[in-house]
C-alpha cells in the first residue's frame, strides 16, 4: 500500500524537478526527499525519474504515475473534506417520520425549511407514518427522527422526545349546525352528535384524547365514520356526515361549509414533538434537534 505521503513528495518533485527546491516545499532536508523517493521507486518496482548529469526529468513510467497520484491526493483530500462535514453533521442523509396532523403546523415545514437552509449537503427523506411505527423505526434505527403527538401509547425504552407545541383541541362543524352559532362548545354538547373521528389504527392518539375527553365528561362519542386523515375528516365534516374533533392546527384548512369552534370546556392536549434515539451520535440528528430546541426555546441561548 503506497504511502500518501511518498506521493505527495512525488508530486512536488514532479512539479519542481529539483530536489532541493521540492525538499524546501516540503519542509524536510535533501536527503529525506531522496529516501521517500527511493521507497515509492521500490515499492513500484520501477524507476520514476532519469537522473542525468545533476538534472531530472520524469521517466514514462513516472509520468503514468504523476497523473495517477494526482488523482490519488485528489480523492483523499475531498475523502477527508467530507468525514469532516459528516462530523459536523453537514452533509448525509436524515430519515424524518411524521404524522399527517403535524404536516399542518406551521413548525414542522419552517424546521425542515430552516435545517435545510443551514446543513444544504444533508438529504432529508420523509414519510408519512403512524406514531407507533415511527417509534419502532427509530428503535429499530430504520428511523432518524419523527414528528410524534404526544402522549404515545406507549415509548420503548431508549427512545426521547422533544416537545414542540401543545396545542388543543377545536370542534369542526357544518356552517349550518347550530353548535356554529356558539363561540365555544361545551363538551357535554357533542354526546348526541354523530361524530365523524379519526381511525384509531392511523390517529391512535388523537382518538384515545377524544376518546378519553368525552369519557370525563359521561359519554361515549357516536361515530359514524373513521377516516385516516384529517383532510378527508374535514371533507365528511362538510358533505354533512357530523361533526368532529381536531387538532387546532387543522383551522388552517379552509373547506367551504365548514367552520371550527373552540370547546368551551375541553382540556385535552394534542403536543406536537420530536421523537429520536437518546443515544444516537449522528452529528446530523444532534443538529437537527439543537435547532429544533433553539426555536422552540429561543431564550435558552443554544
Known amino acids: 500500500m503506497l504511502e500518501l505521503k511518498l506521493l505527495r513528495s512525488f508530486v512536488l518533485l514532479a512539479e519542481e524537478l529539483h530536489f532541493g527546491r521540492a525538499a524546501e516545499r516540503l519542509h524536510i532536508v535533501q536527503p ?57 453533521g453537514e452533509v448525509g ?12 403546523s406551521a413548525l414542522m415545514p419552517a424546521l425542515l425549511r430552516d435545517f435545510r437552509g443551514s446543513h444544504p449537503g444533508v438529504d432529508l427523506a420523509l414519510a408519512e407514518m403512524a406514531v407507533g411505527n415511527q417509534l419502532a423505526a427509530i428503535s429499530a434505527g430504520t428511523l432518524d427522527l419523527g414528528f410524534i403527538r404526544l402522549p404515545p401509547l406507549s415509548l420503548p425504552s431508549g427512545i426521547a422526545v422533544l416537545p414542540l407545541a401543545p396545542e388543543g383541541l377545536v370542534v ?29 389504527a392511523s390517529g391512535a392518539e388523537l382518538r384515545n384524547q377524544i ?23 374535514i371533507r365528511l365534516v362538510a358533505a354533512g356526515l357530523g361533526i368532529s374533533l381536531v387538532p387546532q392546527t387543522t383551522t388552517w384548512l379552509t373547506v367551504a361549509g365548514v367552520v371550527y369552534r373552540p370547546l368551551a370546556d375541553g382540556d385535552a392536549r394534542y403536543e406536537l414533538a420530536l421523537a429520536y434515539r437518546q443515544d444516537d451520535p449522528a452529528p446530523a440528528v444532534r443538529a437537527f434537534l439543537a435547532l429544533a430546541e433553539k426555536v422552540v426555546h429561543p431564550n435558552n441561548g443554544i
Do not use: W
Not at 57 to 83: F, M, W
Open 32 to 88: 529525506a526527499l531522496t529516501q521517500q523517493i527511493q521507497s515509492l521507486e521500490r515499492q513500484i518496482g520501477t524507476p520514476l525519474l532519469n537522473r542525468t548529469r545533476g538534472r531530472i526529468s520524469l521517466t514514462d513510467a513516472g509520468a503514468l504515475v504523476l497523473a495517477e497520484a494526482r488523482k490519488t491526493l485528489e480523492q483523499a483530500a475531498r475523502t477527508e473534506a467530507i468525514g469532516r462535514l459528516a462530523g459536523r
Open 93 to 104: 442523509r436524515l430519515e424524518i417520520g411524521y404524522v399527517g396532523s403535524a404536516g399542518l
Open 172 to 200: 369542526a362543524v357544518p356552517a349550518d349546525h347550530p353548535l356554529a352559532a356558539l363561540e365555544a362548545v361545551p363538551v357535554a354538547r357533542l354526546a348526541a352528535e354523530p361524530m365523524v373521528l379519526h381511525h384509531p
Open 211 to 233: 376518546d378519553d375527553l368525552c369519557r370525563r365528561h359521561g359519554f361515549s362519542p357516536q361515530v359514524v365514520q373513521a377516516v385516516p386523515q384529517v383532510a378527508l375528516t
